[in-house]
C-alpha cells in the first residue's frame, strides 16, 4: 500500500508506519453517513446506565472478601479512595466525551488524538472485555436467582445448569436466555432499553438503601460490634487499606458505557459531564454507606466473605432480610448484564464506520435506530459464551480492556491540550480545491523542488504524534504557513516529546515498583529512572503552555478537565500500576487476542481504512477548500 509503485521497500515501510498514527477528524462518523443514531438520552437515562452498570453483584461480595483480608474497619476508606482514583478517568472520560460527542468511546477519542493502531488495539481489546464481561455476568445470575425461588435446585430443569459428560461442560440456559433477552431489549430502541435498565437499577438501589437504613438500625440497637474493636480501625495499616482500594477499585469500572453512547444525548456537551459525574458519585456513596454499616455490624474477621451481607443481618436475627438482598444481587446483575452488552454493539459499529471492521457491523436500522445487526452478533457471541463456557477464569481480562481505556484517554487529554491535531483528513474528490488552495499561497507558503512543491503531509497518511523532518513527496498537497513565531513550533515539539517519555517513566516506576522478584539494585535504579522521568515530565508540562489550538478543538462548551497534567498523569500512574498488578496468566490470554487484533488489522483493517486515501491539510484551510469545492461543484 505504497503511495507510488516504485518498489522502495523503505518508503513502503515507512508508509506502513506513518499509517499507525494517521488520525481521523473529530465529526469524522457525521460526515461519512447520512443515518445516526437517534438522539434520545438525557442526564436521569445516563444515570441509569451508569450506575446500572457499575453496581453489580461484586459489592454483595467484595465487602466481607476485602474486609477481612486487607481493610478490616475501614474498608469505607478503601472505597472512597477507590473512588477518588476512578473519578481521575471519569473527569478524562468527560472532557473527551463533550468535545468529541459520538459512538466508540475510548477507540474513538483514541484515533483522534493518538492514531489508528492504539485506536485498533483499544478497540479490540473493548470487544473482548464486553464479550467475556457479558457472559461472565450472565453466569453469575442463575445460581443468585435459584436462591431467590428457594434453593440452588429451584429453577425448571429446561433453566438448570446441567452437565454433560461428554463434553465435561457445565451448560447454562438460563443465562444464554437472559442474554438473548437482553439483546431483544437493546435491538427495540435505546430509549426503551435504557428505561428498563433505570426500573432494574432502582430495584437493585432501593435494596441497598434497605441494607444502609435496616443495618444502621441494627448497628445503634447493637453498639456498632465492629468497631469496638481492640485492633482499632486500621487493623492491617495505611498499606491494608490502600490494598483494598486497589481491589475494590474494579467496582467502579462501568461508567465508560456512558461514554458509549454519546451520540445518543440530546446536549451531550451538558449532558454526557452530567451523567457521568452523578453516576459515579451515586455509586461511591452507596459503596461508602454499605460498607460502613456492614462492617460495624460484625468484626470484620467474622464476616462471611461469600455472603457477607446476608450473614451479617442473619447474625442479628434477620434472617428474612437475605430475601431482599438476594433479590438486589439479582437486580444489580441483570442491570450490569445490559450495562455490559449495550456498548459492543457501538464500539463494532465505530470500528466498521471507519472501515477497520465490514460495513456488516455499521448498519443502522431505520426504524428504531440502533445497530441491530452489531446488536444480533454481540448478543450471539455473549449466549454462546454464556451457555457453554464458565468464563470466571477469564474475568481479569475484562479489566485489562477498561484499564487500557482508562490509560489512553488521559493520555488522549494531554495530547489534546499540549499537541492537538493541527490537520484534518479531506477526501481525496476535494483535490482539485486543495491545488487550488494551495497554489494561491504558494508563492508565500510553499518552496519548489523538483516536482515543483515541498509537503509534510502525503496522500493517505498522517503525521506522527512528534513532529519529523520534513520529508519531500511527489503530489501537490498544502503545507502549513511558515510559523511566525518558531517557538510555538519548537513548544508541541518538546511537548510532544515530554508527553511520550512521561508515559515511558510512568511504566518504568510502576513495573520496578511491582516485580518484587527483581534485585534490590536494579529494582531501585528502575524506580529512580522512572521516577525521575514522571516528575520531569511533570514540571515540564506545567511550565509549558498549553496549545491554544485546544479553545477549538472538537466541539467548544463542555466539561473542561481540570488540573492538567498533574490529574491525567496521576490517572495514567494508577491504571498502568493496576495493569502490570493484574497477573501473567492473564495477560498471556490477552496477548493471544491482541495477536489475532493485528492479523486482522494487518490483513483488512489497514487496507479498508476510511483514511486510506484522504488528503491532510493545515486545519486553518479547511474552510477555505471546502468553500472553493462548493463554488467549483456550483
Known amino acids: 500500500m505504497g503511495l507510488s509503485g516504485d518498489g522502495n521497500d523503505g518508503r513502503s515501510w515507512g508508509c506502513g508506519l506513518r499509517n499507525l498514527v494517521r488520525r481521523k477528524e473529530v465529526d469524522s462518523a457525521n460526515s461519512s453517513r447520512g443515518s445516526l ?34 481493610s478490616g474497619p475501614a474498608l469505607t476508606f478503601s472505597f472512597l479512595v477507590a473512588g477518588i482514583a476512578a473519578a481521575l478517568s471519569a473527569f478524562c472520560y468527560a472532557e473527551l466525551a463533550s468535545r468529541c460527542p459520538s459512538a466508540g468511546s475510548a477507540y474513538h477519542y483514541s484515533y483522534i488524538c493518538v492514531g489508528e493502531g ?83 437499577t432502582t430495584a437493585n438501589v432501593c435494596a441497598m438503601i434497605f441494607v444502609i437504613v435496616a443495618g444502621t438500625y441494627l448497628g445503634f440497637k447493637t453498639g456498632w460490634p465492629g468497631y469496638e474493636l481492640p485492633t482499632g480501625y486500621f487493623p492491617f495499616g495505611v498499606d491494608g487499606m490502600l490494598a483494598g482500594s486497589a481491589t475494590v477499585f474494579f467496582a467502579y469500572i462501568g461508567f465508560d458505557s456512558v ?28 459503596y461508602m454507606l454499605v460498607s460502613g454499616v456492614i462492617v460495624g455490624l460484625v468484626p470484620y474477621y467474622s464476616m462471611d466473605p461469600d455472603t457477607p451481607i446476608s450473614s451479617a443481618f442473619a447474625s442479628h436475627g434477620m434472617k428474612w432480610a437475605a430475601f431482599i438482598i438476594t433479590a438486589g444481587a439479582v437486580m444489580a446483575l441483570c442491570s450490569t448484564l445490559m450495562g455490559s452488552i449495550l456498548p459492543q454493539p457501538r464500539i463494532l459499529m465505530a470500528m466498521a464506520r471507519d472501515g477497520l471492521l465490514p460495513p456488516f457491523f455499521s448498519d443502522i436500522n431505520k426504524k428504531t435506530q440502533v445497530p441491530i445487526k452489531s446488536t444480533i452478533a454481540t448478543g450471539i457471541c455473549a449466549a454462546v459464551l454464556a451457555f457453554f463456557m464458565d468464563v470466571s477464569q477469564l474475568a481479569g ?51 519548489g523542488n523538483d516536482r515543483g512543491v515541498s509537503v509534510d ?49 510512568a511504566f518504568v516506576l510502576t513495573f520496578a515498583a511491582s516485580s518484587l522478584g527483581l534485585p534490590s539494585s536494579l529494582r531501585f535504579s528502575l524506580c529512580g529512572v522512572g521516577g525521575t522521568l514522571l516528575l520531569s515530565g511533570l514540571v515540564v508540562l506545567t511550565v509549558i503552555d498549553q496549545d491554544e489550538g485546544r479553545h477549538s478543538f472538537g466541539h467548544s462548551g463542555g466539561f473542561i478537565c481540570p488540573l492538567v497534567p498533574l490529574l491525567p498523569i496521576v490517572c495514567i500512574l494508577i491504571n498502568l500500576y ?28 489497514r487496507n479498508h481504512s476510511s483514511l486510506l486515501n484522504v488528503v491532510y491539510v493545515p486545519t486553518a484551510h479547511v474552510e477555505e477548500i471546502r468553500r472553493n469545492s462548493g463554488e467549483t461543484l456550483a
Open 118 to 200: 492504539v485506536a485498533w488495539l483499544i478497540g479490540w481489546a473493548l470487544i473482548l472485555e464486553y464479550t467475556i464481561g457479558g457472559s461472565a455476568v450472565a453466569r453469575g445470575i442463575s445460581p443468585n436467582l435459584a436462591l431467590l425461588f428457594g434453593g440452588p435446585d429451584s429453577l425448571p430443569a429446561f433453566l438448570a445448569r446441567q452437565h454433560i459428560p461428554g463434553l465435561d461442560v457445565v451448560v447454562d440456559p438460563c443465562a444464554a436466555a437472559l442474554v438473548i433477552i437482553v439483546t431483544g431489549l437493546l435491538c427495540v430502541g435505546i430509549k426503551e432499553s435504557t428505561m428498563a435498565q433505570a426500573i432494574v
Open 578 to 605: 493496576l495493569l502490570i498488578n493484574l497477573g501473567a496468566a492473564t495477560w498471556a490470554r490477552v496477548s493471544v487476542w491482541l495477536m489475532i487484533g493485528v492479523v486482522v488489522y494487518v490483513f483488512y483493517g
Open 259 to 286: 461514554a458509549s453512547t454519546a451520540e445518543e444525548v440530546k446536549n451531550p456537551q451538558r449532558d454526557l459531564p452530567l451523567g457521568i459525574a452523578s453516576a459515579l458519585s451515586v455509586c461511591c456513596a452507596l
Open 37 to 70: 443514531l437517534a438522539k434520545e438520552l438525557s442526564v436521569l437515562h445516563l444515570i441509569a446506565i451508569g450506575v446500572g452498570s457499575t453496581i453489580g453483584a461484586g459489592v454483595y461480595i467484595l465487602v466481607g472478601t476485602v474486609a477481612r483480608e486487607h
Open 457 to 505: 503531509t502525503v496522500k493517505g497518511e498522517a503525521r506522527p504524534l512528534l513532529n519529523e523532518k520534513e520529508i519531500t513527496f511527489d503530489y501537490p498537497l498544502i503545507i502549513k504557513r511558515v510559523q511566525a513565531n518558531f517557538t510555538e513550533k519548537n513548544r508541541r515539539i518538546l511537548a510532544g516529546w515530554t508527553i511520550m517519555f512521561t508515559c515511558i517513566g
Open 397 to 447: 481480562m475484562v479489566s485489562v480492556g477498561t484499564l487500557l481505556a482508562f490509560t489512553m484517554v488521559a493520555i488522549s487529554v494531554l495530547i489534546l491540550r499540549y499537541v492537538p491535531p493541527d490537520e484534518v483528513p479531506l477526501p481525496s474528490s476535494l483535490q482539485s480545491s486543495i491545488d487550488s488552495v494551495a497554489l494561491r499561497y504558494s508563492s508565500q507558503d510553499i518552496y
